[in-house]
């Protein structure tokens, strides 16, 4: 592919990415962060982890983004009770036909809100956290594709315990980021309480893409050029995580693998066609700190795996500009 085909793509892609932004900004104020991250887990085909205290829009973000890529909205709220079938969905057998009839959960659908994925029980959690990692879901032997582009974002209370079941390690490696949306600054509230008084301005939020652009978006990011400087600067990161004496887990292939991934979304948001160190430790935190396990010595000391992840980034040396990092793509 030509520079100029490459910076096409790009600009294209930038512009797609900014507009999806912008209409989700219209219901979502003052989190433009967190709004960047949630659209870059979705162009990198990952899924999302929301850990935050209730109220602070976590359905409406969801909503939001279905509503701007023109997709279907599914959601899923996690009690002690839920079936795996109550996800997937479960067959029906039809006197009429005299055969069994699959009818889909919630699941069958691009953006998919799994509210307080930690009250259901491990089992209904690893009926949802299967169709994430494949793409499809079985049911009696069959096998139902879930079409692109698919979405979960699957939600946690930090501060309720009781009657919960918490995703372990190996099921938190499966999210490509966790992040907080926290609390709006005063003057976010304000434009909050003045945007959402009289209507919903979820109602009359319309489509500025549509499903079939997200998923080529999806397909670009692919594209985008990560220099070998880079790739060894990755595997230096995964290698330090795993050598940190506060860490008893350090990074999996699959999280080096993710991290990857989204900076590259990252690159195309910001019209490149090539990844820079920045992008690698811009990412770093929301891909990373939740796949990390913190030693119980380092727990009793009140470590946390983000003070050890800060360290590993300040120890590991920055690829060099040039050649080694960019090929002649651009400068690092």
């Given amino acids: 592919m030509s520079s100029q085909q490459t910076a096409e793509r790009t600009q294209s892609f930038a512009d797609l990415f900014g507009r999806i932004a912008d209409n989700i900004g219209r219901i979502i104020q003052g989190k433009d962060d967190v709004i960047e991250l949630v659209l870059l887990c979705l162009v990198a085909e990952g899924h999302l982890l929301v850990e935050d205290v209730p109220g602070v829009g976590k359905t409406s973000l969801a909503k939001a983004l279905a509503a701007s890529i023109d997709g279907s909205f599914g959601r899923m709220q996690f009690t002690p009770d839920l079936l795996p079938s109550d996800v997937v969905g479960v067959s029906v057998y039809d006197r009429s036909s005299n055969q069994f009839e699959f009818r889909p959960g919630p699941v069958f659908a691009n953006v998919v809100l799994a509210d307080e994925i930690n009250r259901a029980s491990p089992k209904t959690q690893s009926a949802l956290l299967e169709s994430m990692a494949e793409g499809q879901v079985t049911v009696d032997g069959s096998t139902h594709l879930l079409a692109p582009p698919f979405l979960v974002i699957a939600t946690q209370n930090p501060i309720e315990h009781e009657g919960t079941y918490p995703l372990p390690e190996s099921q938190l490696d499966r999210f490509l980021m ?8 005063r003057q976010a509230e304000l434009e909050i309480l003045t945007a959402h008084a009289d209507d919903d301005a979820l109602e009359a939020l319309r489509p500025v893409v549509s499903a079939a652009q997200v998923h080529a978006m999806a397909d670009a990011v692919k594209g985008v050029h990560v220099a070998p400087g880079l790739h060894a600067y990755l595997v230096d990161l995964a290698e330090a995580t795993r ?7 350090g990074m999996s292939p699959r999280a080096t693998l993710s991290l990857q991934r989204v900076a590259r979304a990252r690159a195309a948001a910001s019209d490149r066609g090539y990844v820079t160190p920045d992008d690698v430790k811009a990412l770093a935190h929301p891909v990373l700190a939740h796949r ?20 590993v980034l300040q120890s ?6 040039g050649g080694a990092v960019t090929s002649g793509r651009g400068p690092a």
């Fill in 316 to 321: 590991v040396p920055i690829p060099r500009s």
């Fill in 243 to 249: 050598r940190h004496p506060a860490l008893a887990l």
């Fill in 292 to 311: 990390l396990l913190v030693t119980p010595e380092a727990q009793l000391q009140g470590r946390t795996s983000v003070e050890a992840l800060d360290e």
């Fill in 178 to 185: 966790r992040v907080e949306m926290g609390y709006p600054s």
